[in-house]
């Protein structure tokens, strides 16, 4: 009668245990075009040094610079780099056998968020314009299960992002661009929608990331999204403009905003011990001086006149991206050292396993999960 008892205490532990694993849920935050040299060796000597792009090269060193790398990793980004890779993953840095990119042929942002979200690659998706996305996202994926209808959420600084989410068909609550906050969401609701429309971002389509993020955290806190993603996009555009002290700064600050967010995550009921944080992007950029504020392939530069001139070969290396993971389903590896070439198309997977769902069911043609770093 004991080992009776016994073994079933045994199976009602393991039935326990994989029913946490079900229930989990899962952030991921995107930091738009921020290279891996930067994520894994912090600010380079020759840009924080160069005129063109630092206007004050002096102050820049005081925040950023060390003669190590190491601790000029951690200058820049202290959480995502030392606390998420002690604790979990991180994947990307190609100097020491660590190596992902992306899988589409084209190397700038539609392309590759589509690919994040989706877990395929659509050749057709070959622009930045504002078409709705004909593949379905994980978050509508999801959306169209029981237990998850109004339980994906999306929040981006780019206006494209209702687009590629195709909110219209999918139903998926999208807030993006210079959309305000519902005031339900937060008693501060007003307050911020104020000053995003006071505060006048450099660019017409993207609004500056405080708001993006203050936005998802109300909705987090109200809602509480099993998915919820979070696209930050100051970095692209600050690098697009030869601005790489605001470049630095920003990937800086969106370092200190997922700290902040794991942190409020630990104390949150529903979400303390039983979330994942996943952090990747969109695209890398170019390695040089003269080229690191773009990305595209040789193939996406032969559309135009110029930029094939300029570019011929296409912007070498904008393909190659990074990963960091933690959380209960993810093993503490640290950096993880790649047998074969990583793919951006396996995120989506690999969010789909944390959360405890079968890829390919909801989506055969999905690329397979990144396996090695799963518990």
Request: net charge neutral; no cysteine.
């Given at each position: 009668?004991?080992?009776?008892?016994?073994?079933?205490?045994?199976f009602l532990?393991l039935?326990?245990?994989?029913?946490?694993?079900a229930?989990?849920?899962?952030v991921?935050?995107?930091?738009?075009?921020?290279?891996?040299?930067?994520?894994?060796?912090?600010?380079?000597t020759?840009?924080?040094?160069?005129?063109d792009?630092?206007?004050?090269?002096?102050?820049?060193?005081?925040?950023?610079?060390?003669e190590?790398?190491?601790?000029?990793?951690?200058?820049?980004?202290p959480?995502?780099?030392?606390?998420m890779?002690?604790?979990?993953?991180?994947?990307?840095?190609?100097?020491?056998?660590?190596?992902?990119?992306?899988?589409n042929?084209?190397?700038?942002?539609?392309?590759?968020y589509s690919?994040i979200?989706?877990?395929?690659?659509?050749?057709?998706?070959?622009?930045n314009?504002k078409?709705?996305?004909?593949?379905?996202?994980?978050?509508?994926l999801?959306?169209?299960?029981?237990?998850y209808k109004?339980?994906?959420?999306?929040?981006?600084s780019?206006?494209v992002?209702?687009?590629i989410?195709?909110?219209?068909?999918?139903?998926v609550?999208?807030?993006?661009?210079?959309?305000?906050?519902?005031?339900?969401l937060?008693?501060?609701?007003?307050?911020?929608?104020a000053?995003?429309?006071?505060?006048?971002?450099?660019?017409?389509?993207?609004?500056?990331?405080?708001?993006?993020?203050?936005?998802?955290?109300?909705?987090?806190?109200?809602?509480?999204?099993?998915?919820?993603?979070?696209?930050?996009?100051?970095?692209?555009d600050f690098?697009?403009?030869?601005?790489?002290?605001?470049y630095?700064k920003?990937?800086?600050?969106?370092?200190?905003?997922i700290k902040?967010?794991?942190?409020?995550?630990?104390?949150?009921?529903?979400y303390?011990?039983?979330t994942?944080l996943?952090?990747?992007t969109?695209?890398?950029?170019?390695?040089?001086?003269?080229?690191?504020?773009?990305?595209?392939?040789?193939?996406?530069?032969s559309?135009?006149?110029q930029a094939?001139?300029?570019?011929?070969?296409?912007?070498?290396g904008s393909?190659?991206i990074?990963?960091?993971?933690?959380?209960?389903?993810?093993?503490?590896?640290?950096l993880?050292?790649?047998?074969?070439?990583?793919?951006?198309?396996?995120?989506?997977a690999?969010?789909?396993k944390?959360?405890g769902?079968?890829?390919?069911?909801?989506?055969?043609?999905?690329?397979?999960?990144?396996?090695?770093?799963l518990?």
């Amino acid at each position: 009668m004991n080992k009776f008892i016994k073994l079933n205490t045994l199976f009602l532990l393991l039935l326990t245990s994989q029913l946490a694993i079900a229930t989990q849920n899962v952030v991921l935050i995107t930091l738009d075009g921020v290279r891996w040299q930067e994520v894994f060796n912090g600010a380079d000597t020759n840009l924080i040094n160069h005129s063109d792009f630092v206007k004050d090269s002096a102050a820049l060193k005081a925040e950023f610079w060390h003669e190590n790398p190491k601790n000029r990793q951690q200058l820049l980004m202290p959480f995502v780099t030392q606390a998420m890779a002690q604790k979990g993953v991180i994947i990307g840095d190609r100097n020491k056998e660590s190596m992902m990119s992306v899988s589409n042929p084209w190397y700038f942002s539609y392309p590759g968020y589509s690919e994040i979200l989706t877990g395929v690659v659509d050749k057709n998706i070959n622009s930045n314009d504002k078409i709705p996305n004909p593949n379905k996202t994980i978050l509508e994926l999801l959306h169209q299960q029981q237990g998850y209808k109004n339980k994906t959420a999306l929040f981006g600084s780019w206006d494209v992002f209702p687009f590629i989410v195709n909110d219209v068909r999918s139903g998926v609550y999208v807030n993006a661009g210079f959309m305000p906050l519902e005031k339900e969401l937060s008693k501060d609701a007003s307050l911020l929608n104020a000053m995003q429309n006071e505060i006048p971002s450099p660019w017409h389509n993207v609004r500056l990331d405080s708001f993006t993020y203050r936005f998802a955290k109300a909705y987090l806190l109200a809602r509480k999204p099993k998915l919820l993603v979070i696209s930050l996009g100051e970095t692209d555009d600050f690098a697009h403009d030869g601005h790489y002290d605001h470049y630095l700064k920003s990937a800086k600050q969106s370092d200190a905003f997922i700290k902040d967010l794991w942190q409020t995550l630990q104390v949150t009921p529903g979400y303390k011990n039983n979330t994942t944080l996943i952090i990747t992007t969109d695209h890398g950029r170019g390695s040089h001086v003269n080229d690191w504020q773009h990305h595209s392939s040789k193939q996406a530069m032969s559309r135009t006149e110029q930029a094939h001139k300029a570019f011929p070969k296409g912007i070498i290396g904008s393909e190659h991206i990074w990963l960091a993971a933690m959380g209960p389903s993810i093993k503490p590896l640290g950096l993880v050292k790649t047998h074969t070439e990583l793919k951006q198309a396996q995120v989506a997977a690999t969010i789909l396993k944390v959360l405890g769902e079968n890829p390919q069911q909801l989506n055969p043609a999905m690329a397979p999960a990144i396996e090695e770093i799963l518990k």
